[in-house]
């Protein structure tokens, strides 16, 4: 792994590793944000997954975690959206191809050479975290719009691999949204029953695990009807018995400015239940 | 003013407005922060000033201050570094033009025209914002790099106007520093006599005004040895026997998680100065 930035902030360090992936074959960026408590043991990890045409860098810039993860003495992970690189197939809209990888392990050409998002957050990066850094073995994941369907998808896919899962404005069902219809016809082909494992409302009809879900929503998020529908994700947990906390913010748009104001909360309960 | 953004953030609103500067001639933006505290009744307002390149959007989406904005119940205002536009004078480099107008008002063609930065921060905009906004007229002033100038210059030139100045990694000596040569032969013209008037260390020698100095800054920053120059800044205050806390930060470079790490401290004094 190559340091390619180390800055200081809120008495850790804020820094963006550059490695190969051989789950993705190909190069990735990974940012770690490692809290002053680092330097003295071993510390619990939160991964956070981004949005569409989001890169490692839209969370580290934008969301104020590291103020509350130096606060609770969390390492932070927040990872790119894709693999990438002129090897890597693309498409020029924004939500397919580079930048649009939806946390899935692709099965159709000529995605499935690369794109193994599911596999690579799920395996590779924490043995490469938990081997690199002074991280213990207590996971928790989280992450927003496209990343908030991955952190709910990879936590209900591996019981017992996360003590956390939370997430702000998922895709809750993206079997019945046209992002994720779009994205899953290409990457999963059009057999509709392999798209069930990637569907966090499919998901929990067979969870085996009672892993709460925290999920945040701005009511004024301007994909809330089209793309996101969390009623779909409170119907689901009503069914299944799982529990839900589910929060809608009046005002609240999809943008960073409501993820920063609840990352607080978020991380605070993460901390909690990775400590506990 | 047209509301160009409307954001919730933190149980307040960021938002940014257009309007027509008649001081710059040319159309600007300026992002306003109204914290939840401003449905019931007027608040102080900090005014930021940001560093070369920057516009209004850098300190709203970096920064991180919102969170302390609410806590403290401050008005924060953001403004653009130059005047802007088709017809507004330029140069190719990052350090002269748009995006560095140094918060002096010019002299010399062709910028004279457009870049009354200073006159605009001192004068026309708090007329506007005290009109427009609930806020009252207890003002204080902050901003980073050329911005920390900016603040520490117009602050010492315009005593009782501000009830507060505080500076990230300012320019504490632009007519001894490269930065602030170029931009003030440009601006200014040769005779440095005219210079003074644009430079903290000059005019704590002659200021009618003891306004506490709060200035953090890192100690990796790259720019600390030949744009920065603190030590200067303690030489004057000293001479001046001119209240100063300068504090020096191991590890922090010269980016906004520098920023971020420290705004909530200097939002927090802030508001002390401005509400005591």
Redesign the interface.
């Known amino acids: 792994m190559e340091r390619i930035e180390h800055?200081?902030?809120?008495?850790g360090w804020?820094d963006v590793y550059r490695h190969h992936s051989s789950v993705l074959d190909c190069a990735t960026n990974v940012a770690v944000y490692l809290p002053p408590q680092a330097r003295q043991g071993r510390l619990p990890v939160l991964y956070w997954l981004s949005g569409l045409t989001c890169t490692e860098q839209n969370f580290i810039?934008?969301a104020?975690a590291?103020?509350y993860a130096a606060e609770h003495g969390v390492i932070v992970v927040a990872l790119d959206t894709s693999p990438r690189g002129e090897g890597v197939a693309d498409d020029p809209a924004y939500d397919l191809g580079q930048g649009a990888g939806f946390y899935l392990n692709a099965t159709e050409p000529p995605w499935a050479a690369h794109y193994r998002m599911r596999d690579y957050v799920a395996d590779e990066l924490p043995a490469l975290i938990e081997a690199n850094f002074p991280a213990t073995d207590a996971r928790g994941i989280s992450g927003h719009s496209m990343g908030g369907h991955g952190a709910l998808t990879i936590a209900l896919a591996h019981p017992g691999r996360y003590r956390s899962v939370s997430a702000f404005s998922p895709i809750v069902a993206p079997a019945q949204v046209p992002w994720g219809e779009k994205a899953f016809a290409a990457y999963l082909g059009h057999d509709r029953a392999a798209w069930r494992c990637h569907d966090a409302t499919e998901l929990l009809r067979t969870a085996r695990e009672r892993l709460p879900l925290l999920v945040d929503q701005?009511e004024?998020d301007e994909f809330l009807a089209t793309q996101l529908r969390p009623e779909l994700l409170r119907e689901a947990c009503t069914r299944a018995n799982h529990p839900l906390t589910l929060r809608l913010?009046?005002?609240?748009?999809h943008?960073?400015?409501?993820v920063?104001?609840f990352i607080?909360e978020h991380i605070a309960w993460h901390a909690r239940a990775m400590k506990g």
């Open positions: 800055r200081a902030c809120f008495g804020q810039t934008k104020g590291q103020r701005g004024a913010h009046p005002g609240y748009d943008s960073y400015y409501f920063a104001s607080g």
